[in-house]
């Protein structure tokens, strides 16, 4: 069966810091694989998704960028956090056929 | 992007009442997935239900795409509902996992 991996589960970090998440997808290939950001209050909003190896669109402007080395890893990263950052990231997959699956989430602080 | 209502936003249950959430949205859509988040933030897969009806014990949900809303019913309800449930769609010709998500229902049962 299919799982989903994220880590790490929490973190904080200072103000112009670096950032980088991973997510990992075991049990399938080719997967489709989203970058999803809830912020204080309660909706999802899609950061950036990514079709294949090295294919990646953005779904708003931001001071994130995200990357795909291999077919079931996916990075979310910046090179300088900002308190606005702040959040609950949560990686996602999907198939063509399937319906979407989420990992665990990291919550992510920026003091 | 779609536009997705749901309501009500807060609800509040007497353990074993039964209960109706609602999900409008504003364009046709070929996904339409029903979540329940944990108070660990984990978003847990209810249903994938573009059109028809699906049950799962105490849990059932119908979709009329032609009318652009579906509708989650929770009967029996257990102080282990307790927690915010989303609905979130994705526009028809898009990958399926862009989904746009609602604010949530958050759903508190007493004992």
């Known amino acids: 069966s299919q799982t989903i991996h994220q880590w790490p589960a929490t973190l904080v970090q200072p103000v112009g810091s670096p950032l980088s998440l991973e997510c990992t997808v075991e049990?399938?290939?080719?997967?489709?694989l989203y970058w999803y950001r809830q912020a204080a209050g309660r909706g999802l909003q899609l950061l950036f998704y990514s079709v294949g190896i090295g294919q990646i669109s953005s779904e708003v402007p931001q001071n994130l960028s995200a990357s795909r080395p291999q077919d079931r890893q996916f990075i979310l990263s910046s090179k300088k956090l900002l308190l606005s950052d702040s959040g609950f990231y949560l990686c996602?997959?999907?198939?063509?056929?399937?319906?979407?699956?989420f990992g665990q989430g990291t919550r992510l602080t920026v003091v | 992007g779609i536009q997705v209502e749901q309501s009500p936003p807060d609800l509040i249950l007497q353990e074993g009442a039964n209960s109706t959430l609602r999900c409008n949205f504003s364009?046709?859509?070929?996904?339409l997935q029903w979540f329940h988040q944990n108070p660990w933030g984990q978003l847990i897969n209810l249903f994938y239900i573009p059109s028809g009806t699906k049950q799962n014990g105490r849990l059932s949900a119908t979709t009329v795409a032609t009318e652009r809303y579906s509708l989650l019913y929770i009967s029996s309800s257990q102080t282990t509902d307790s927690g915010v449930y989303f609905c979130?769609?994705?526009?028809?010709?898009?990958?399926?996992?862009?989904?746009?998500f609602g604010r949530g229902t958050q759903l508190t049962v007493w004992p």
């Open positions: 979130a769609v994705a526009h028809r010709g898009s990958t399926l996992g862009r989904l746009y």
């Open positions: 049990g399938t290939s080719n997967p489709n």
């Open positions: 996602a997959w999907t198939r063509m056929d399937t319906e979407a699956f």
């Open positions: 364009d046709s859509v070929n996904n």
